[in-house]
Antibody, heavy 123, light 108 residues
């Protein structure tokens, strides 16, 4: 069974860097076939895809946020880390991580999700 | 980016009734790369349908997806109490992957 869980600060100040960790089980990013993505949802708004990393270290970012985002993986601890720089109140959202398959085209849905973690950006 | 517009925003129905949810894309989407998700407050979102019409593992057959190009539909044939939730559509064929704003299915 695949499970994912997000962790990180609940409150960050404007201009600070956010670091979120996704801890997962039931699969490995050390072998072919898997990826982990991050998605966020501001209060009352739509889900927004942020980034994805695959088993072979292929990384994809939302173009409008690419300069602020970094996604990395640690296969020894089964974790994926997302950092977002220069946080702003508009970045207040629930942040989810999710598993995806690493198909040939890298065009696959997110088939297992974490419950999400709410991050508030405020001074 | 492809904008997905879901309608209606909210749907008020009784258990046993049929629910029809729509998602319209701002440009053509390959049906191979279209999904529907269910989300309940405080819970992990759940993949229901991928490739527009294929049910994910463990999803009951009362859920069905259809559509192509710019118009897609999720149908719940007979609502069960556990089906009252928010439903999102998503396209994952074009970058960035995008989601609709959601349709809330509530008990009447």
């Amino acid at each position: 069974q695949i499970t994912l869980k997000e962790s990180g600060p609940t409150l960050v100040k404007p201009t600070q860097t956010l670091t979120l960790t996704c801890s997962f089980s039931g699969f490995s990013l050390g072998v072919s076939g898997a990826g982990v993505g991050w998605i966020r949802q501001p209060p009352g708004k739509a889900l927004e895809w942020l980034a994805v990393i695959y088993w072979d270290d292929d990384k994809r970012y939302r173009p409008t946020l690419e300069t602020r985002l970094t996604i990395t993986k640690d296969t020894s601890t089964n974790q994926v880390v997302l950092t977002m720089t220069n946080m702003d109140p508009v970045d207040t959202a629930t942040y989810f991580c999710a598993h995806t398959s690493a198909g040939t085209t890298r065009q696959d849905p997110f088939d297992w999700w974490g419950q999400g973690t709410l991050v508030t950006v405020s001074s | 980016e492809i904008v997905l517009t879901q309608s209606p925003g909210s749907l008020y129905l009784s258990p046993g009734e049929r629910a029809t949810l729509s998602c319209r894309a701002s440009q053509s989407v390959s049906s191979s790369y279209f999904a529907w998700y269910q989300h309940k407050p405080g819970r992990a979102p759940r993949l229901l349908i991928f490739a527009a019409s294929i049910r994910a593992t463990g999803i009951p057959d009362r859920f069905s997806g259809s559509g192509s190009r710019t118009d897609f539909t999720l149908t719940i044939s007979r609502l069960e109490p556990e089906d009252f939730a928010v439903y999102y559509c998503q396209q994952y064929g074009s970058s960035p992957r995008t989601f609709g704003q959601g349709t809330r299915v509530e008990i009447k």
